[in-house]
């Protein structure tokens, strides 16, 4: 930044600690010397800009900005503290939020000075400039990206909803095999041009990959891109191609990868020079990155969209996927399930959480409800999880709503599935409470879930594995580096990345789990879910592939009557970004 700020205590930075810092004690000094290379390249860094603590995973603005007003001479008007706290705030509430929220978040971090109040550290901060008029978004708050990514969806939507007046071209023999549905879905992909976008929706079991597969077939080598959130998704649809003997038709990667992303460069894809380009597991894509795929698609080509639009929305801001089916986009909606008679059972207990049924199915012999005490609860977590009756770790998976609840059910599951594992790396359990954490010992054996995306070791968050090893080094004997496997292939993690990017894995949140399936899925859910919750256990069911159970202290007809809430109708800003822009002339947009 080409800014000196003052040294640590009036001394030089050559041997000042990191441990003098205030709150940094020597787990969290060795990660800040991790991060940057060495402790003495993290004192050169901080030295010049105290602020990039916040690079370091767990280290906030709050934090940072203790530090560096106690250690580095930051006055609290300082541009810089303002600019880095303001990025902070937008960004926990996903680039955007109404401007009197955004001022109260900024007084509750110490920011009262008002003449900062929109410059960032990063980027410009910009009041809303579109939809003054409208009672919900006229006093919004925007990272320039993220409001610039909504104004090309919004453009976009504006072309990809009008009527077509291209040809439609028949093709010649659809297997028999596909519904009424999948022949309408395969037909409008495999006629490029046909459509500017298509989305395709539907639950576990409808044949989405299905009609991926199909239309890529028909459509020939070179025709289509595709590309998932998740590696999973991805490695789902290859399987689908090889079974049709197409698997070098298209190339198939997950998002990040297709978009050619490099850490400190961005994504360096120009232009996707398919014809048509298909985005697998698009209910997981936010705003911002669906932005960066229709910035590369040629003029002609077609966008097609496939998921589960009941399924929980992005973590990051927007949901896209929901906004382009509401806002017309030409959709198919597959209804039809193939999944064998045990699997259908979790699939029509699904259907009954999106339908809002007004009770539960019967359950067979695939699901098991259970509403327990306290102490019962933790016997029958016991029993269910039981080493000698359960498949492969990699092909169970347990879910809880609450993060602390996740820890604290990961440390009683390693203790039944891997008690005597040699350590490989420790992490510290933030989302438990301050009394409650201690160091986490992740162990060879132990079933782990990744936390992080490091592109450079093809590893997403959200992927599970098992830690096989810990590679030491030849010369002093000290562990280097920790071995696990991931979707069937060995990946070796440097141990000082370990705790920044993978965690014990039995019981992940709906979240992580979103884009995976496993045979057998444990619900282990004490009490309700909080927002969102319809969409919550949906997702978290249709997990399930042969087996499931859910276990809750809550009785059937309150944890039924959670799963069945009516979900949240929030307003969406792109679909009124959207609408605005095609009540304007063409000229004005």
């Known amino acids: 930044m080409g800014r000196g700020f003052l040294t640590l205590e009036g001394t030089t930075m050559d041997h000042s600690k990191l441990t003098k810092l205030t709150g940094v004690g020597p787990g969290l000094a060795e990660r800040i010397a991790n991060h940057f290379g060495s402790e003495a390249e993290a004192l050169a860094a901080l030295s010049e800009n105290p602020y990039r603590l916040m690079e370091v995973e767990g280290i906030g603005f709050r934090r940072a900005d203790r530090i560096a007003q106690a250690h580095f001479g930051i006055s609290p008007d300082d541009p810089i503290r303002h600019g880095y706290g303001n990025d902070w705030v937008l960004r926990q509430a996903g680039g955007r939020m109404p401007l009197d ?7 509750e971090i110490g920011l009262f000075d008002r003449r900062h109040e929109l410059w960032g550290a990063f980027c410009d901060i910009l009041l809303e400039p579109d939809l003054q008029d409208s009672p919900e978004f006229a006093q919004y708050v925007w990272l320039e990206p993220e409001l610039r990514a909504e104004q090309s969806l919004a453009r976009f939507l504006g072309k990809a909803t009008r009527p077509t007046t291209n040809p439609f071209i028949m093709p010649n023999g659809i297997p028999t095999y596909l519904n009424e549905a999948q022949v309408d879905a395969v037909l409008k992909m495999s006629c490029p041009g046909f459509v500017p976008a298509l989305c395709v929706t539907g639950g576990a079991g409808t044949g989405k990959t299905t009609v991926i597969a199909e239309a890529v077939r028909r459509l020939g080598a070179g025709a289509a891109r595709i590309m998932a959130f998740t590696g999973k998704a991805a490695q789902r649809v290859r399987q689908a191609l090889a079974e049709r003997g197409c698997e070098d038709f298209a190339e198939v990667s997950t998002l990040h990868r297709g978009l050619d992303y490099k ?45 589960d639009v009941a399924q929980l929305p992005p973590i990051d801001a927007g949901f896209p996927f929901k906004d382009f089916i509401d806002a017309g986009v030409h959709t198919v909606t597959l209804t039809q399930n193939y999944r064998q008679e045990n699997q259908r059972e979790i699939f029509e207990l699904a259907e009954a959480v999106r339908t809002r049924a007004l009770q539960p199915p019967p359950l067979h012999a695939s699901i098991c ?32 709503y609450r993060n602390a609840d996740r820890e604290r059910i990961n ?7 891997n008690p005597h594992g040699g350590k490989a790396f420790e992490y510290w359990p933030r989302a438990l409470p301050r009394e409650e954490r201690a160091p986490i010992a992740v162990k060879t054996g132990d079933k782990i879930v990744v936390r992080a995306n490091i592109y450079s070791l093809e590893v997403m968050n959200g992927q599970t594995g098992i830690v096989r090893d810990v590679r030491l080094d030849r010369e002093t004997y000290e562990p280097v580096s920790v071995i696990v496997e991931i979707e069937g292939r060995s990946v070796e993690v440097p141990l000082e990345l370990a705790p920044d990017l993978l965690e014990l894995g039995y019981c992940i949140t709906t979240h992580k789990a979103q884009g995976s399936g496993w045979k057998e899925v444990f619900i282990l859910q004490p009490g309700a879910v909080g927002f969102d ?11 399930a592939e042969e087996q499931l159970a859910i276990l809750t202290q809550m009785g059937t007809k309150t944890w039924w009557a959670n799963a069945t809430k009516p979900m949240p109708s929030e307003p969406s800003s792109l679909l009124a970004r959207f609408q605005r822009y095609a009540s304007q002339p063409v000229g004005v947009r």
């Open 101 to 107: 929220l955004y001022q109260a978040r900024r007084m």
């Open 263 to 307: 850490p400190g460069e961005g994504f360096r894809r120009e232009r996707f020079t398919e014809s048509v380009v298909i985005i697998d597991e698009a209910s997981m894509v936010p705003n911002w990155l669906l932005a960066q795929v229709v910035a590369r698609l040629e003029p002609s080509a077609t966008l097609v969209l496939v998921g």
């Open 369 to 400: 409800a259970t509403n327990l005490s306290a102490y019962e609860f933790n016997y029958w977590c016991e029993a269910l999880l039981d080493p000698g009756r359960l498949p492969p770790l990699l092909d169970w998976q347990a879910i809880t």
């Open 411 to 417: 440390l009683e599951l390693q203790k039944i599935f």
């Open 533 to 543: 919750s319809r969409r919550w256990w949906y997702t978290a069911i249709s997990r």
